[in-house]
């Protein structure tokens, strides 16, 4: 079995070189890029660029976890962090469920609970925070199942088919999860 951090139903590990592949998939998926912010397809040169900076967390300020089904080994999607500061601890989370089909069976909360306990037992890391667009109804009841609170709203901060979309901020203080 693959090493990484190991929950129920999923395994969380670090990008390989060998990932290039599905990420390179994932990535040019244009159904992704409302939620990854993406622009213009990437390269597999591009892709490789990436896996190289996620190897060194300290100089990137990210990390990249594929989020792997334990029993099976499929790889379903990638939770990452970004924008770290390992000075003042905190991170911003970003997660992708990447195939449609599974998505909605509880992978996505499996793997933001198996990141927080990462972020706070291993990475020492205080608060996560995540922008959510207002009309993902799904991301918005999941994080704030998972204690996220809303800290805030950029007013029509988002263009999508030419509608302007509110973006919601949401913060997680790692230190109060044993008093929740």
């Known amino acids: 079995m693959t090493q990484g951090i190991s929950g129920l139903n999923l395994v969380l590990r670090a990008v390989e070189p060998n990932d290039a592949s599905f990420l ?32 060194n967390p300290r100089t990137s300020g990210q990390i990249r976890l594929i989020i792997l089904h334990k029993g099976t080994g499929k790889p379903l999607g990638t939770i990452d962090l970004f924008d ?16 449609e089909a599974d998505r909605g069976k509880g992978y996505a909360e499996e793997a933001i609970n198996l990141c927080i306990h990462y972020c706070s037992e291993h990475l020492e890391l205080y608060n996560l925070q995540c922008f959510v667009h207002a009309d993902n ?43 929740q």
């Open 84 to 99: 770290i500061s390992f000075k003042h601890g905190y991170a911003t989370l970003g997660i992708l469920i990447a195939d």
């Open 24 to 55: 390179f998939i994932w990535e040019n998926n244009p159904s992704n890029w409302r939620i990854s912010h993406t622009e213009v397809p990437f390269s597999m040169h591009n892709i490789h660029q990436l896996i190289e900076q996620f190897s």
């Open 137 to 179: 109804h799904a991301s918005l009841n999941l994080f704030k199942k998972l204690h996220f609170r809303e800290v805030g709203v950029r007013k029509e901060w988002y263009l999508y088919k030419e509608n302007r979309i509110d973006e919601i901020a949401f913060q997680l203080c790692l230190r109060n999860l044993n008093r």
